[in-house]
């Protein structure tokens, strides 16, 4: 998709409207293993009971950026399988809502990172 003159003068690229491009994807498969790998390391080798409850948080929240991933690719072969049921949901703007669920996963992620709940700090 080229951007019109108008988008190209204030710098501006649009992404395509069609689905999932291809450098978000990758972003939130990145987010997703940072929450299932990077995220429970541990420098000791018996971690507390709060950074295994953590570990929890983290397991959970990667296993769901990668869920809202998984359907949003559902969503897009669907409509090669099934064109009425793709119209019917469709109106529901299922991909707006994945990449959200992604998105809020990866936050509670971040957050539980950072300590910002009181039931999980060291």
Known sequence: MTPSLEESQLGMVS?????FSKSLRRTAVHRALTSLFLFTKSDTPNPSP???MGNVWYGVCGWA?????ALIG???L???FDKALYDRIGGCKPVFWLEAGAVISFGVAWLVKG???EFLRD
């Open 74 to 76: 559902l969503h897009g």
């Open 78 to 80: 669907l409509q090669n």
């Open 65 to 69: 950026i990668l869920a809202c991933i």
């Open 15 to 19: 992404l395509p409207q069609d689905g």
């Open 50 to 52: 709060k950074k295994q």
């Open 115 to 117: 300590e910002s709940f």
